[in-house]
């Protein structure tokens, strides 16, 4: 720096006053599109008396679109330049020199010696900003201008924004460099700052825009809205690096948002964007097979998992038992899983909650996407309704396999059916400036059936109307009514005597109001109470036929309320210490018409002791549970980039999941906590570690966790869980823990990112009853279905250049927990098979190598339509890993199969386009 | 172009089948099924009923492939033992079959069976009391009104409500005679009267389901019209005469939920609708060896039983047209038995009319011959 300094001080001693000779500024007018560097030049070479001087090579790839109109050429320039590595300097003689790094400096220092030297500053980022918007230029006047401002904090509040598409901008930061004070935003883009009056500068960062900042002269309360360019990778090839830090600066933990690009960067089974499959690569998320429906979080089973789609509740979020996830990537902004800190405004579940977004539609213009792959097509349409002021999205995928099975000649292939479809729709609306409305429909269905014989369906629907609402700029709210169905059924036919109709369904209808108050700079409040309805109908077993001597059979419906209020405080104590402490205080109520069945008290609960039935009517509280749940966590800044967070979280779960099948199907029956059968409870605490290297552009971090599950379900030998109507007399009641260590070193920048995510845990069940001669494994703790304690996901793309990019996925799983049949005997005349105690043993270790290539179009900004291929292989080495293992009696001799789902390599080809 | 349309469909469909289909399934077989260890099994129980004797088998666990018939435990030593003192040793009768005399039993006392066998493992179940098993009052029977079967029932109570739990197994035998009689019989060069029936027939089942019943619900220990079992016409039992002897066992809670949780273990996996797999042992322990199971449940308890006759002639068998009439040396040819002589007009020399084995020879289907004692 001193080197640097001396020198400019000599050149500019030298050149003395070389700056009053200045030739005038000459202005620049042009349409710049999509040109080449060397054109440019070329074009302003002709338009003024600028030369430029610069290395061809190296610049060649420097692709141009902008439009000029009287700006001068360092105004030009620096646009042109913004975000690269290049800078630029003119000259007296208006010569222009481009160089990498530091600009030359073209004038050499007064000779007087007292004169202070003349240093020529290079157009910082900040010039830069402010020469490209001019609403970074402008002072923003916020509330009645006054001459003298009174000292003390007023509030400024509005929405960030996508200024092409008018999307709100979720988790940007607004904040103040000093005194260092900031918040994110919402998401609805909205933010709330309390800050000392006078000019300010606020400063505006957010993952894929362009850094921004507004300069303000704050008089009182008043409104700002921000509006960001979304950094075009076309142009520059620059890392984004902003926001970047919330890995240290936020008190959540064990959270991990993924955004729409991550996600399109994993390659997966049929070359489309997974959600599900994207999230089962982050430590502490598991899937008991690969082809299973759930994910099992932080040894959680797969009912302890909240799943919402713009806050309505979806119960089974795949496809054809988990092939593909329910949702249309192209209807995604980001999801967000929460798998230790859960905030407060959740509440329902026990080990995580899946947050997923859809986008808000573009409010400039129609556009649209989509997708053609072998199997599956997907379109997506959005526009606005009203300019600026609504929108609406709209999406569809289907597979057309079905109609591909039947052209097929082999009868086993075109008996047999596989078809899905999801439509989505999505419309905003921005009443005024206080008001917003968000309308979203979903609707999805699944059949298949394999050789002809048994027919599975299922349907999800669900519908969310949210109205957000801004008291002042201190507090807003939102109202949140929604309504989630799920169904399912099967129906056999394959023996005329036995064919059956099976069928389940779930109805849930719940509203919500969330406030979140901002109390002042250092204490920001979220509160708000909610409640949820369901009616659940837990089956109806019905002959398909009338030759079919199937006894019609059905379980009565079932009724609960849930309802939470809620409280929790995000409190700054110092810029190192960051508090939240949430209450949550939830409901149940049990409720009739019901009819219920008694035990002999003082015996098990078993079928041998069953003793008449007692019927409430309807809206009568069979069973009340409820209690406080709490949400406490912390994080200390050890550093500027490294931090230490604790958490600790108590929750409580009122529906549950049944399920005996070795994996999760969408056969499982939901069931309310009722007079029997408890609410699950749960508490876990996690403490981690994190760390941000080189820049924010590395984050390492690795958690800890203990977690405890008190009423966790889990089933009795012998007994069948289909059609019972003495439910609760096939269920023990069991304490789980579970345990874990999860790291994960993570590179989101570069030409070289993705993450590797390792965990070593543990997820073990004792009976509560260890005495009961039901009681697994003799009363001992045993392995739960999903405890697989090594797990390791590396996830790698490496762009080769603007227009390819290579993908590599590699999973490792040690096998999951079963229960072989390991002899049989005689007994009393017949024979038994018996089973080795609950979980003993392993079926083989998982890994899957998967790979990608993305080739994108040309970049050009403005054509007709982008398009991009996408070439996957599923299963690269081919490995039958085997996502079942059952035992089938044949002939008297029990055989053990094991079932791999995608045995070999699976090579798919997608076209993907946009316009 | 239509070609190769065509292909095009026919490629991608294949991956669709190679998808959802072909997802292959290969033969499970891990170290922990084939090489599992073989168990001790014990089938057999302490009867303290006056004058009766106990039995008690044991065999060993197979791995679930193996088709062989399981392998009898021998020379072990049996005993069971009181908690006041008294000691009864088994004796091996048969192949792993241990014999126990009657004998005199105080019935204050509490027993435990312990095994040592020729291996050197020692097992030791718990103290059981003996149950005294009230005897049965009836049994009963209906048959349902579309004539498809018999239902019957068994009739108990004690007196002092103290039994609560039953479990009830059954031997059920029954009469059956074949459509042709056979009078005559070939022995050696002669053909000569038959000297046995093979006409009529007795067979015998044991019961392969687990019966269990309590009466906890109730203010009395009353058992009404328990199901024991259901006799369908289709399976031929109530063509002439049943019968069934129907033994009673009282129970402890403990053994009950044995017994009970016992019935629920199938030999059936694999459906869409399959319980949880069970573990259940019982209630004896290896002693040198924790990790060494052993099957079964060791109970003692006196024992009713009681016979009853069904005679509805419910249900038709087969019928059989002779097939032939032959001469004497053609019989000798024949695989055919010979029903009866016949003799044609203005001839001597008989000639006899012949029926298949299968409708003639009552033996084939399973029975016996022999009248049992008890029948009447």
């Known amino acids: 720096m001193k080197i640097i300094r001396a020198l400019a001080l000599l050149i500019s001693l030298y050149a003395g006053g070389a700056l009053a000779q200045t030739k005038p500024e000459q202005l620049i007018n042009g349409q710049f599109n999509d040109i080449r560097f060397r054109e440019f030049v070329r074009l302003i070479e002709a338009q003024t008396d600028y030369y430029f001087y610069y290395d061809a090579d190296k610049l060649d790839n420097l692709q141009l679109y902008m439009q000029v109109k009287d700006q001068p050429l360092r105004a030009v320039l620096a646009q042109v330049f913004k975000d690269t590595e290049y800078t630029y300097a003119i000259d007296a003689q208006h010569r222009v020199f481009i160089t990498k790094g530091v600009a030359i400096i073209t004038q050499l220092p007064s000779d007087s010696p007292t ?142 948002k993924l955004s729409i690009k991550t996600l399109k960067q994993i390659p997966t089974v049929m070359g489309e964007t997974d959600l599900l499959r994207t999230v089962l690569t982050i430590p502490g998320v598991k899937a008991v097979g690969e082809s299973s429906v759930g994910l099992n979080v932080r040894g959680g089973s797969a009912d302890q998992n909240l799943i919402l789609f713009n806050d309505a509740t979806v ?25 230790s800190t859960i905030p407060a405004r959740f509440g329902g579940r026990l080990a995580s909650v899946l947050d997923i977004n859809s986008r808000d539609g573009n409010k400039k213009k129609f556009v649209g996407s989509g997708g053609i792959g072998l199997i599956t097509g997907r379109l997506t349409l959005e526009g606005p309704i009203i300019k600026d002021k609504s929108s609406f999205l709209i999406g569809g995928r289907s597979t057309y396999s079905n109609w591909l099975l039947r ?53 999800n629907q669900f519908a969310s109307l949210k109205w957000k609402h801004t008291f002042n700029a201190k507090l807003y709210g939102s109202f949140t009514a929604s309504q989630s169905t799920y169904r399912y059924a099967i129906a056999s036919e394959q023996v005329p005597l036995n064919a059956f109709d099976l069928s389940f369904g779930i109805n849930q209808m719940s509203g919500k109001a969330e406030f979140n108050y901002l109390l002042n700079a250092k204490h920001t409040l979220d509160f708000g109470v909610s409640t949820i309805h369901y009616k659940l109908s837990p089956g109806t077993f019905q002959p398909r036929s009338s030759e079919s001597l199937i006894i019609p059979d059905a379980l009565e419906a079932e009724q609960g309320q849930e309802s939470a209020i809620y409280v929790e405080d995000r409190f700054e104590v110092s810029p190192k210490l960051l508090l939240t402490a949430g209450l949550r205080v939830s409901v149940f109520n049990y409720l009739g018409p019901k009819t219920v069945n008694q035990y002999v008290p003082g015996y098990p609960i078993s079928k041998l002791y069953a003793d008449g039935t007692q019927t409430y009517e309807a809206g009568k509280f069979i069973k009340t549970y409820g209690g406080p749940e709490y949400r406490l966590s912390a994080r200390y800044l050890l550093s500027g980039d490294l931090a230490v967070k604790a958490s600790y979280n108590t929750l409580r779960q009122y529906i549950h999941l049944l399920s005996n099948t070795m994996v999760a199907s969408p056969t499982d029956i939901w069931k309310l906590s009722d007079t029997y059968i408890k609410p699950q409870l749960g508490d876990q605490i996690a403490v981690g570690l994190y760390k941000n290297l080189r820049g924010n552009s590395i984050e390492i971090s690795v958690e800890g966790y203990y977690k405890n599950i008190k009423n966790f379900l889990d089933y009795r030998g012998g007994d069948s869980l289909f059609m019972n109507h003495e439910i609760e ?171 791999s789902i995608f045995g070999q390599p699976i090579p798919t080809v997608t076209y993907n386009f946009r316009f | 172009m239509k070609n190769k349309l065509k292909t095009l469909f026919y490629l991608a469909g294949l991956a669709v089948g190679l998808l959802f289909l072909k997802s292959c399934i290969e033969p499970f077989a891990p170290p922990e099924i084939t090489n599992a260890r073989q168990f001790l099994v014990v089938d057999g129980s302490l009867n303290t009923s006056a004058g009766a004797s106990s039995q008690i088998r044991l065999s060993r666990t197979q791995n679930v492939y193996d088709e062989g018939t399981p392998r009898a435990e021998l020379r072990a030593k049996v005993t069971v033992e009181g908690d006041k003192g008294s000691r009864f040793t088994f004796v091996e009768a048969e192949n792993g079959i241990y014999h126990l005399a009657s004998a005199k039993y105080n019935v204050t006392e509490k027993f435990r069976l312990r095994i040592k066998t020729a291996g050197g493992q020692e097992y030791l179940s718990t103290f ?52 042709l009689y056979s009078g005559f019989e070939v022995v050696g060069k002669e053909i000569v009267y038959r000297s046995e029936n093979i006409n009529t027939c007795w067979s015998a089942a044991k019961a392969s389901t687990i019966v269990l019943g309590s009466t ?139 029926g298949t084995t299968n409708c003639t020879d009552c033996r084939l289907q399973g029975g016996t011959i022999k009248r049992p004692s008890f029948w009447k």
């Open chain 1, 407 to 459: 052209s097929l000649e082999s009868q086993t292939y075109n008996k047999s059916r596989a078809s899905f479809y999801d439509v989505s729709a999505h419309i905003s609306h921005e009443v005024n400036e206080k008001n917003s409305v968000y309308l979203t429909g979903y609707l999805s269905n699944d059949s298949f059936r394999l050789f002809g014989d048994t027919l599975y369906g299922y349907q």
């Open chain 1, 315 to 339: 119960y089974n979020p795949s496809h054809l038992f988990g092939f593909f996830t329910a949702f249309n990537p192209d209807m995604l902004k980001d999801v967000e899983l929460y798998k």
């Open chain 2, 128 to 179: 059981v009391p003996v149950v005294k098993t009230p005897p049965i009052d009836s049994l009963t029977y209906s048959v349902n009104p579309g004539k498809e079967g018999v239902r019957v029932f068994v009739n108990t109570h004690d007196a002092t409500n103290k039994t609560r739990f039953y479990r009830w197994s059954f031997d059920e035998t029954w009469e059956y005679y074949m459509p």
């Open chain 2, 216 to 354: 906890v619900k109730l203010t009395k220990d009353i058992v009404k019209d328990q199901v024991v079992t259901y006799v369908p016409v289709s399976s031929g039992k109530l063509r002439v005469k049943y019968s069934i002897l129907v033994k009673q066992y009282g129970l402890t809670q403990e053994e009950y939920e044995y017994w009970n949780n016992l019935s629920k273990t199938t030999e059936r996996t694999g459906s869409l609708f399959d319980p949880q797999p069970a573990e259940i042992t019982g209630n004896i322990t290896c002693l040198s060896d924790p990790t060494e199971l052993a099957f079964g449940f060791f109970g003692a308890s006196t024992q009713e039983e009681q016979r009853l006759f069904v005679a509805e002639r419910l249900g038709r068998g087969p019928t059989c047209e002779p097939t032939d009439t032959l001469s004497s040396s053609e019989v000798f040819e024949s695989i055919d038995l010979i029903l009866s002589e016949y003799i044609p007009e203005g001839s001597f020399v008989p000639e006899y009319i012949m």
């Open chain 1, 729 to 899: 007399t096939a269920i023990i009641a069991t304490r789980g823990k579970a345990y874990g260590v999860e790291l994960m070193v993570k590179k989101m920048t570069g030409k070289l990112n993705g993450w590797i995510g390792y965990t070593y845990s543990r997820s073990l069940l004792q009976a509560l009853d260890r005495t009961s001669p039901d009681a697994p494994n003799n009363g001992n703790f045993y392995p739960s279905n999903y405890d697989k304690p090594h797990d390791l996901s590396v996830i790698s793309n490496y762009r080769l250049s603007h227009r390819f990019s290579l993908s590599l996925n590699f999973t490792y799983s040690t096998g999951r927990p079963y229960t072989p049949p390991i002899g049989k005997y005689t007994i009393d005349g017949a024979q038994r098979v018996y089973y080795s105690s609950r979980n003993q043993y392993r079926i083989p270790d998982y890994y899957r190598v998967d790979a990608s290539m993305n080739i994108e179009g040309n970049h050009r900004i403005r054509k007709l339509a982008h398009s991009s291929w996408t070439v996957a292989v599923y299963n690269l080495l081919g490995r039958r890993n085997p996502s079942s293992v059952y035992f089938q009696t044949r002939g008297g001799v029990v055989s053990g199969y094991q079932l």
């Open chain 1, 115 to 256: 004169q202070e030297a003349l240093t020529y500053a290079a157009p910082g980022d900040d010039e830069q900003e402010k020469l490209l918007a001019t609403a970074e230029n402008k002072l923003h006047e916020i509330g009645p201008r006054r001459v003298r401002i009174p000292p003390g904090n007023s509030t400024v509040s509005g929405y960030v924004r996508n200024a092409v598409t008018g999307e709100p901008v979720i988790g940007a930061a607004v904040y103040l460099q000093s005194p260092q004070i900031g918040v994110t935003t919402d998401v609805f883009g909205y933010y709330s700052l309390t800050i000392p009056r006078g000019r300010q500068r606020l400063l505006v960062k957010s993952v894929g825009m362009r850094e921004s900042y507004r300069q303000i002269m704050l008089y009182s309360d008043g409104k700002l809205d921000i509006e960001l360019l979304e950094s075009v990778t076309a142009l520059k090839e620059v890392a984004i690096k902003a926001g970047q830090d919330a890995n240290v600066a936020e008190t959540s933990m064990g959270q991990v």
